[in-house]
T-cell receptor, first 112, second 110 residues
Framework: DQQVKQNSPSLSVQEGRISILNCDYT??????FLWYKKYPAEGPTFLIS?????DKNEDGRFTVFLNKSAKHLSLHIVPSQPGDSAVYFCAALLRGTYKYIFGTGTRLKVLA | DAGVIQSPRHEVTEMGQEVTLRCKPI?????LFWYRQTMMRGLELLIY????????DSGMPEDRFSAKMPNASFSTLKIQPSEPRDSAVYFCASSFNELFFGPGTRLTVL
């Protein structure tokens, strides 16, 4: 049972445009959400996070939006750059635990 | 800090053999996680430790899998006997707040 879902396995975006990566979750006990970026042959690296008490968090070109009623979060990258091409994982932390549950990932390709 | 260190980076073995993956977490991090990455399931949590104690091993697929953390600076994930369907990339991660991942071990079981 996949509690964190990334329904788009891949996404292609033109350089300079906005990239929007989506993530849905099913467990209302998640209270902290994160996005990780992964390049080939490397481990995932932390990108940005958001607490369940917020609906938006921004860090430079990256913004994460959280819609708790819809159990949906999204990552916006603007403007997209070729170096952003990677696999992006959404993750959620189960309240009161250290248990991070990850989605299946979305491969983003930014075309020059 | 060198980050999370995993060894080996690549492992090729034959079905039925024992495989041991190793991890050194970042100094000062009190939680350690083992994940497995596959195309179908993405990053799948196998087990995690807090202060060297296993907290949740519900993701360990079968009794063939075992993990230990004898001290704060070392953990192992063992598969015995290994099977072809165990082929995947295995990541170790440690955390104080956000997770920091190691580079992974790519395991191929023939």
């Amino acid at each position: 049972d996949q509690q964190v879902k990334q329904n788009s396995p891949s996404l292609s975006v033109q350089e300079g445009r906005i990239s929007i990566l989506n993530c849905d979750y099913t467990n209302s006990m998640f209270d902290y959400f994160l996005w990780y970026k992964k390049y080939p042959a490397e481990g995932p690296t932390f990108l940005i996070s958001i607490s369940s008490i917020k609906d938006k968090n921004e860090d430079g070109r990256f913004t994460v939006f959280l819609n708790k009623s819809a159990k949906h979060l999204s990552l916006h990258i603007v403007p997209s750059q070729p170096g952003d091409s990677a696999v992006y994982f959404c993750a959620a932390l189960l309240r009161g635990t250290y248990k991070y549950i990850f989605g299946t990932g979305t491969r983003l390709k930014v075309l020059a | 800090d060198a980050g999370v260190i995993q060894s080996p980076r690549h492992e090729v073995t034959e079905m039925g053999q024992e495989v041991t993956l190793r991890c050194k977490p970042i100094s000062g991090h009190n939680s350690l996680f083992w994940y497995r990455q596959t195309m179908m399931r993405g990053l799948e949590l196998l087990i995690y430790f807090n202060n060297n104690v296993p907290i949740d091993d519900s993701g360990m697929p079968e009794d063939r899998f075992s993990a230990k953390m004898p001290n704060a600076s070392f953990s192992t994930l063992k598969i015995q006997p290994s099977e072809p369907r165990d082929s995947a990339v295995y990541f170790c991660a440690s955390s104080f707040n956000e997770l920091f991942f190691g580079p992974g071990t790519r395991l191929t079981v023939l």
